[in-house]
């Protein structure tokens, strides 16, 4: 079952005279239980996806369907099953989180409001503020609200857009650990964006790559690593590092940095390389201190599809 | 349309009613004033001629509130909402651009009926004028006609918002004084211009305020009938507009912004 499908989507944008395509000729899709991820650089064109999912921004071209419907036909339902939640849109700043919470829970029409209300504010670590106004929070107790609001209905389709901006590591990683434990206890489906890629890797099942509109490649946090075809080591020496800078050279292989006795140096990841440093390092009677291989994060492969071109 | 939903939103406004003591003063603060000052001003004119200006000015300030609240509640909580960025989570809940509205407009009325409870009651304390000794009939048809009227031009007013954004938040206080010196209130018809009387036969505002005219003096020109029909015209007109707007919002992007 699939319960996001985008096919062909298309939106450009008229700023100041010039077209700006935001998002070109999109296709994907993710099925039921997954988190998927979308990333890209700023300007990518991941919330303007989002927001004509969630039907706030209207496409060019391109179909959507959503839980199997076409959202523009079955909106009610398709609506009713999901949420949005974003750091960067607060709830309405005059009312207090509580205020705001049962607007949204009689908007989705939520069984024992009060109930589900308590429980979030409770999971969000929001029970002491309830009766303070959005406008008096500090921005990540207002991001925690929108994030309140995002499970007010038990969504099945969850669309989460940069949802914990400003949020203090602690909370960040309880925010994370609800989406998780959400997502196991009903098995909806996520549409994630996020520029933490930490987070990322840790939520998200399956990660798209979009930039200036287009999809670039749709993988694994796994899979995408193995496309960065270097590791980079970091070794250091009790003392001297200049015969171990010869030894590089000699090898073939590009020194990326270093300072004092330790050198940074790059090796291919399928080759031997760093076995033959070693025997000759001691062979060469130099003692080796500590050796360090930096294999790649979520944070390189970003880098190196958002730099692809440049 | 469901009631659920329109029942949310009037909480919602309801909330923000408690929550922010100037929005329950626009209700009484404002129309206050003006009663006072039509009062006494009207007190004077009587004095020193022998125009009994008191229940047309009176009557005329207390039903100009159906006008003012309708069209002007439905454009400030409209930009309300795009102020506070709020449009994002609103509509992407299952809300319906027509309950918006729905739910504005109910607001909108009660605040209205307390408008006019307030002011109904100031006038008889004040200057002994009780407008529902005007024909009751009458007054049931102004009111519901004022009320037409007023949503008109808020939803007139709310397609432009959505459509341009906040830099024409302007017209959302304007508007309605913009009509009201064409509208024959404060004077009769006659005593305009003719390029102002040209602009003024065609609001239906003139022709009630015209009938008001008529049922106190005997003189006046007003056509109910005439007003009716071309406020549902307006009506249906400014609703299709507003259907175009929001769409025409949605492809820009704007709820998604919350303007600029
Ligand atoms: N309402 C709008 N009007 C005009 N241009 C817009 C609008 N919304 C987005 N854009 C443009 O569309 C492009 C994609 O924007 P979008 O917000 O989708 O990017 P993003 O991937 O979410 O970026 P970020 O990581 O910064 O959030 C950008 O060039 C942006 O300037
Ligand atoms: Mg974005």
Same mark, same amino acid.
């Given at each position: 079952m699939r319960d996001i499908v985008v096919s062909k989507l298309r939106k450009t944008f008229k700023s100041k005279g010039k077209e700006v395509v935001a998002v070109d000729n999109l296709s994907f899709y993710v099925t039921r239980g997954e988190i998927f991820g979308l990333l890209g650089a700023n300007g990518a064109g991941k919330s303007t996806t989002i927001n004509m999912l969630a039907g706030l921004v209207l496409q060019d071209s391109?179909?959507?369907?959503?839980?199997?419907?076409?959202?523009?036909?079955?909106?009610?339902?398709?609506?009713?099953?999901?949420?949005?939640?974003?750091?960067?849109?607060?709830?309405?700043?005059?009312l207090t989180i509580r205020q705001n919470l049962r607007v949204y829970a009689k908007l989705y029409n939520v069984?024992?409001?009060?109930?589900?209300?308590?429980?979030?504010?409770?999971?969000?670590?929001?029970?002491?503020?309830?009766?303070?106004?959005?406008?008096?929070?500090s921005s990540g107790e207002r991001t925690r609200t929108a994030l309140c609001k995002g499970l007010i209905n038990d969504p099945q389709l969850l669309f989460l857009d940069e949802c914990t901006v400003g949020l203090d590591p602690d909370i960040a990683e309880k925010t994370?650990?609800?989406?998780?434990?959400?997502?196991?206890?009903?098995?909806?489906?996520?549409?994630?964006?996020?520029?933490?890629?930490?987070e990322v890797e840790e939520l998200?099942?399956?990660?798209?790559?979009?930039?200036?509109?287009?999809?670039?490649?749709?993988?694994?946090?796994?899979?995408?690593?193995?496309q960065v075809k270097k590791h980079q080591v970091e070794l250091t020496l009790e003392d001297g590092s200049d015969e171990l800078k010869e030894l590089l050279q000699e090898e073939g292989l590009t020194v990326l940095g270093g300072r004092d006795n330790m050198l940074v140096f790059e090796i291919d990841a399928k080759s031997d390389d760093v076995n033959t440093i070693v025997q000759r390092l001691v062979k060469l009677g130099l003692s080796l201190k500590d050796i360090h291989i930096r294999k790649p994060t979520l944070d390189d492969i970003f880098i190196h599809f958002a730099r692809r071109k440049k | 349309m469901k009631l659920h939903r329109i029942?949310?939103?009037?909480?919602?406004?309801?909330?923000?009613?408690?929550?922010?003591?100037?929005?329950?003063?626009?209700?009484?603060?404002?129309?206050?004033?003006?009663?006072?000052?039509?009062?006494?001003?009207?007190?004077?004119?009587?004095q020193v001629s022998d125009f009994n200006l008191l229940s047309m000015a009176l009557g005329g300030v207390i039903l100009w509130i159906f006008v003012w609240r309708s069209s002007q509640d439905i454009a400030v909580f409209v930009l309300e909402d795009f102020w506070s960025r709020n449009l994002y989570h609103l509509f992407s809940s299952p809300v319906k651009l027509s309950e918006h509205i729905v739910s504005i407009i109910i607001w909108g009325l009660v605040r209205a009926i307390v408008s006019f409870i307030f002011?109904?009651?100031i006038s008889i304390l004040l200057y002994q004028f009780n407008i529902l000794t005007i024909s009751p009939l009458f007054i049931a048809a102004a009111v519901a006609l004022l009320l037409l009227f007023g949503w008109t031009m808020g939803i007139f007013i709310t397609s432009f $918002?959505?459509? +341009?954004?906040?830099?024409?938040?302007? @017209?959302?206080?304007?508007?309605? /004084?913009? $009509?009201?010196? +064409?509208?024959?209130?404060?004077?009769? @018809?006659?005593?305009?211009?003719? /390029?102002?009387?040209?602009?003024?036969?065609?609001?239906?505002?003139?022709?009630?305020?015209?009938?008001l005219r008529s049922i106190l003096f005997g003189t006046g020109q007003g056509n109910l009938l005439y007003a009716f029909g071309i406020t549902i015209v307006l009506l249906v007109g400014v609703s299709f507009l507003l259907a175009q707007s929001f769409k025409a919002a949605k492809r820009k992007g704007m709820l998604a912004r919350g303007g600029d």
């Open positions: 391109g179909t959507i369907k959503l839980l199997g419907k076409d959202p523009k036909k079955d909106w009610e339902f398709v609506k009713n099953r999901m949420n949005v939640s974003t750091a960067y849109f607060p709830l309405t700043d005059v069984k024992n409001a009060e109930k589900k209300i308590d429980e979030l504010l409770e999971q969000f670590e929001l029970t002491k503020l309830a009766d303070k106004k959005v406008v008096t929070l994370r650990r609800i989406i998780k434990d959400y997502q196991k206890k009903t098995g909806c489906t996520i549409l994630f964006t996020s520029h933490y890629m930490h998200c099942d399956r990660i798209a790559f979009m930039d200036e509109g287009k999809l670039l490649t749709i993988a694994t946090a796994a899979q995408l690593k193995k | 029942k949310a939103l009037l909480v919602k406004y309801f909330y923000i009613s408690i929550n922010r003591v100037d929005r329950l003063f626009d209700v009484v603060y404002w129309p206050i004033l003006d009663v006072l000052l039509w009062g006494f001003a009207s007190a004077f004119i009587e002011l109904s009651l $918002i959505l459509r +341009f954004g906040q830099r024409i938040q302007v @017209l959302a206080w304007s508007v309605v /004084w913009i $009509i009201q010196p +064409f509208s024959c209130i404060f004077y009769p @018809l006659s005593a305009l211009p003719p /390029w102002a009387a040209a602009i003024a036969k065609v609001l239906p505002t003139t022709h009630v305020f015209e009938g």
